[in-house]
């Protein structure tokens, strides 16, 4: 299982499903919902916030509410089309 | 729309960054109101303007991304909205960004099913079409049943428009909530709008229920977006790396970040220390001269004293903040505006979470080096009320810019110019180090209230980065002017009372000891100052001081710097006044003078020197933390609407002002 938090610079993907509630409800406002493509931009010099590209703008949160969003990410789903 | 009404209410209701501020402005020019929502101290701006004979009334609500508020300033909005839906409030203009439309539109489909009047305000449609997006307005009213006006709220383009179609405003026939889940789990509530009306009332259990509503009721209403997005909107393909995008790669970078970062703060502390000076010289002299000029015309008297040196002292020391104020809030405004701010809080939020605080409490922290009022007063921006509390609790412990005078005395007690380490005179290493103590403070204390002040509110750092974009001017003096007018009515009338109450305990003694006093120095041929300082001492302020004597003996203090520490209270720098008049070393400003006697005094007992180290010490440590201004007091009590917060700070920065004297004068003895 990846969560969002756990992408590299550059690497897209789709959003699944959230783990936290009330993060959940945060998130989905914010467009970042199921089955949105998100792309992470930009890790602040800690290490931590990141920044997402996602629902066409930018959009930047701690690691650990990341660790709350799972998702799949995109070459995978491309890979799963082709097979 | 009926017409027997004379004004009609709009409010002006979108996400944050969607333009709004500039709208409202471009819209009511100079005419409008600011104050606080009731009980809560976000902002509430108001103005009107007219159309073809109809007059308007515009309230520019706080940006909030949906019905469901997550913060306080959302929750105003929501509130407000529904609260006036019934009577007050006749339509709505939804503000939404062009370049972004996808997101702005959940907000607007929430407000369509509230069935007030709705129109779409599409701003920043310059910027969509530089970026190739093509909006097709026809087929978006159609879909979502209101009209729509491209605006653009910088350059003035599409109001005539906006303003027609604000005289025609209708409800939608859209519906875009899912009605049938509604009635399953909430048969009883009739409409959208009691569902929101509802979740400011409910128990646990119905909150629960709509929570769970809210996330499925969001998700299909993106999903009609998503639809109405691909009939309406034309966009290119492949987004190129945006412009903001390749701005962040530098100003977020591990190095080149943060050299940014302290050279944005460089250039503003030149301009706050250096530039703001001089108005504020400039308003200290004006008043001296009106306060003499007030003096000699108008008839000398009880009258004449507690005009010129009650009420006109204290307005003078409430209007020498005004330009720190304003150059601070403007240099604030700005960095907001242009979307910096943003980013300096998301590099440096992972330092400051460790404390209590977040990202952007930054600013407000670093700011109070020049003066924790407009720091206080910009803890606004923090959404989160744990950390706004806390920010605003411990930022006056950093030294502030009126410690300078009372550092700048004491130390040179202390140290000569000649005293160098490896050619670094000892006083700047001292005065560094009091910075230094003030910053350290500040983090052990937040980190401290970390965990003693409890919340249910979230603490999450999901926001927004902005695109980078040009400050808009116009909007940016008319904050500035908010913010200073704020200032100078919410906390310049406690200022006022409390400088009038001062002014009696330092002019009045009991029974006619003053009459005495000039009587024998009329006898005696006494000079002015000497007199003057017989005064102060046999004042009530001075029997204080000599009162409060056994308590700050502890600390080294005697009951000269008891009567400075009373005088004091007000602003800190009063306190070289006070010794200067205490010590009646004639003028005030020449601390050189003063700086000697202090340096001789002798105790008369003992002919030891009264200001030995440990008392320098003491009193440096002591004006590091204590809360000796009122001004700040004032300016929390009006940022949290609560008598609570001021006295928590005025207690806990007492006794760490006391406790560290204490230990520093007893260690040094």
Redesign the interface.
Known sequence: MTTLDQLKLGQTAVVQEFTD???????????C??SEVVKL??I??????I?I?V????????KE?ASTVIVTLLNDVVLNKTN | MSTQKTTYHIALVGNPNSGKSTLFNSLTGLTQKTGNYAGVTVEKHEGKFEHKGTSFSLTDLPGT??L?P?SIDEEVACKTILSNASDKLDMIVIVADA??I??HL?LATQLIDLKIPCVLALNMIDEAEKQNITIYKKELENLLGISVVFVNSRKKVGLEELKNEILKAKVSDSIFYNFEKQAKAFPALKSYKELIDLQFTCDADESKLI?QF??ED??SR?YKLNYIIAKCVKKPEQ?NKSV??KI??FF???FF??LFFFLILFIVFQFVFFIADLPMTWIEESFASFMNYTANALPPGELNDLIVNGVLAGISGIVVFVPQIALLFFFITVLEDTGYM?RAS??L???M?KFGLN?KSVIPMISSVACAIPSIMSTRTISNWKTRIITILVTPLISCSARLPVYALIIGIMFKDEHTIYGFSYKGIVLMGMYLLGFAAAFLAAFILKFVLKTNE?N????????YRMPQWQTVGMLVFKKVKLFLFNAGKIILAISIVLWFLTSHAPSNVFAQLEEKALVLNTPSDELNAQKLEHSYAGIFGKKIEPFIAPIGFDWKIGISLITSFAAREVFVGTMATIYSSGDSDNTETLREKLASEKNVVTQAPVYTTAVCWSLLVFYAFAMQCMSTLATTYSETKHWKWPFIQLVFMSVLAYGSSFIVFNFLK
């Open positions: 509630d009330f993060l959940s409800l945060k998130f989905i406002e914010m467009g919902l199921p931009v930009n602040a010099p800690f290490g931590d916030p920044a590209e629902s066409g703008y930018v959009l930047s949160l701690r509410e | 991304y949906s469901f997550k370049t972004n996808k997101r959940l929570k809210e996330k969001n998700i993106f987004l903001s995008q962040d790669t977020t970078h591990k970040g943060f943003a998301f590099i939020d992972k330092v979470q990202g979230k999450y750092f999901i926001m927004e980065l902005p695109v």
